[in-house]
Structure formats: C-alpha cells, structure tokens
C-alpha cells in the first residue's frame, strides 16, 4: 500500500496464476502493512482467492511471488505461525465438537490447549464448545473458522469473504474484532465482494481484476469527487456498466 513509513507483512510481486489456459490472476503487485484493515475487492471469479491461496503457500504462482514477513510459505510449520487463516468454502470434520476441533487444531499449530478455552471466549462460542460442528448455524461455522485463525496468536490475519452467511449482529462483532486486531498492530487483508458490508471498515483498498485496478486508501479512492464506494468500484470493474 502506499504509506512506505510501515514495513509491509504481505508482498506480492508480479504475481500470477494459470489454471492451464484459465488466468485466474495475472501479474499483481501490492503490499499491506500493519495498522490499517485492507480491504481486497473484486467480483465474482476476479482471482481473490488465488492470490490468497498464494500467500498462504497453497499453491505455486505460475510467475512471481507472495510472501508474508519476507518469505514464502510453503513450509507448513511456517504458515500456520505467520499467518491466521479463514478461508472461504473451509471444510470441518462435522461430527467432533467445536472444542476438539480446535484442540486437533492446537496439536497441529504446536500450540498449548489452554488457547482453545480463550478463543472460544473471543469469538463467544464459549456456551457451545461441547455442541457438534453439524448442528451448528453458518454464522456459528465462521466464528469457529475464524477461531481456528486465531489460534496461533499471529502478526497476520487473512480472511476470505468473512461476511458470508453473517447476521447484522454478527457482521458487527467480525468488524469490532477486525479492527481490535489491527489496532494492536496485526496485519489484516480481508477479501469480499459485498461492498456495503466492508465499506465503513476498510481503511485501504486492492481492487482486481485478474490484475489489480486499484491499490491505495479508501479516502484517496472515493474522496477526490465525493463518490460512493460502489460508484468507484463499478467505474474500475465494470467501465461500461458504470456509465
Ligand atoms: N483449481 C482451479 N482450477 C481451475 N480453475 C480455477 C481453479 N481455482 C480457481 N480457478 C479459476 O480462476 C478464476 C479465479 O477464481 P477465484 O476463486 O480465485 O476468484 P474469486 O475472486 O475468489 O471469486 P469468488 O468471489 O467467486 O470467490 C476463476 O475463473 C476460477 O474458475
């Protein structure tokens, strides 16, 4: 992101990926620091979640590269200390207990079983620790997916269309939590479509498009001619649409 006063967490540099002949992204460059929330756009299909997938070191970019605190992720010791996960679409054993899902978690993250108990607390599904996953609503899934992220205690926070399935209440205490995280100096990027879900939260935005359309701070992005977030975003996404 612009301000260069802040060490950037997360580099991509001339990142791409092909699916075969499909290119999903193609040579993005960007950077986010610690401090502001950044908000990463783009409607359906525009390569989000490949890149994330990227700086999570799921898969290999056909060009470039993604790192978070200088280095690639691809050794999974490594990942799951630097960088909290949630990604949309995540898959839970649904028969175990959302206690032991996050105690099989702990094992795996190296991680002492007494942070089980306190995330529990943090996304309050403290009353339901002992319930089975399968009888859970999609609002309780993603405070668990999002517990799970936060198990580690890590710099970095990446977090797929958190908004999916969440109640107004709901979409309230992600955004609190969001931003305490950030205020203590986590690093946060958030991916999403919605765009009135995120627009009162994001500090910093990364529209793309297979490439990027626009990287810089929400105020730079709509201040200049009063414009709305979903006026801007269209005009960059859909130019013929927008006008
Ligand atoms: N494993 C894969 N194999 C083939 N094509 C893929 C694969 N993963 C993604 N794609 C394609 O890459 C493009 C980008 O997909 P991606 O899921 O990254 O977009 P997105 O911005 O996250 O979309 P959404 O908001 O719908 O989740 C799409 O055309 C998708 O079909």
């Not at 978070?68 to 691809?74: H, Q």
Request: hydrophobic content about 40%.
């Amino acid at each position: 992101m612009p301000d260069s006063s802040r060490h950037p967490s997360i580099e991509y540099d001339g990142f791409s990926k092909h699916f075969g002949r499909i290119r999903a992204v193609e040579g993005i460059t960007f950077s986010v620091a610690p401090g502001p929330i950044v908000g990463f756009l783009g409607p359906n299909g525009a390569g989000k979640t490949t890149a994330l997938r990227g700086i999570l070191g799921l898969l290999r970019p056909t060009r470039g590269s993604a790192t978070a605190l200088g280095k690639p992720l691809e050794a999974p010791e490594n990942r799951g200390l630097v960088v909290g996960a949630h990604l949309d679409g995540i898959g839970f054993e649904t028969g175990i207990t959302a206690s032991r899902h996050l105690k099989i978690a702990c094992l795996a993250l190296g991680q002492p079983r007494s942070r089980v108990d306190e995330v529990l607390r943090e996304v309050d599904l403290a009353a339901l620790a002992r319930r089975r996953v399968k009888t859970f609503s999609t609002g309780m899934v993603q405070r668990l997916g999002l517990a799970t992220a936060l198990l580690g205690s890590r710099p970095i926070f990446v977090v797929d269309e958190p908004g999916n399935g969440l109640d107004p209440e709901d979409l309230r205490w992600l955004k609190q939590n969001l931003r305490t995280f950030a205020d203590e100096g986590g690093t946060v990027l958030v991916s999403s479509h919605q765009l009135a879900d995120f627009s009162s939260i994001v500090d910093e935005l990364v529209i793309m498009k297979r490439t990027v359309l626009y990287a810089g701070t929400h105020e730079s992005l709509v201040g200049a001619d009063n414009a709305t977030l979903e006026e801007k975003y269209f005009e960059l996404t859909d130019p013929f649409a927008a006008q």
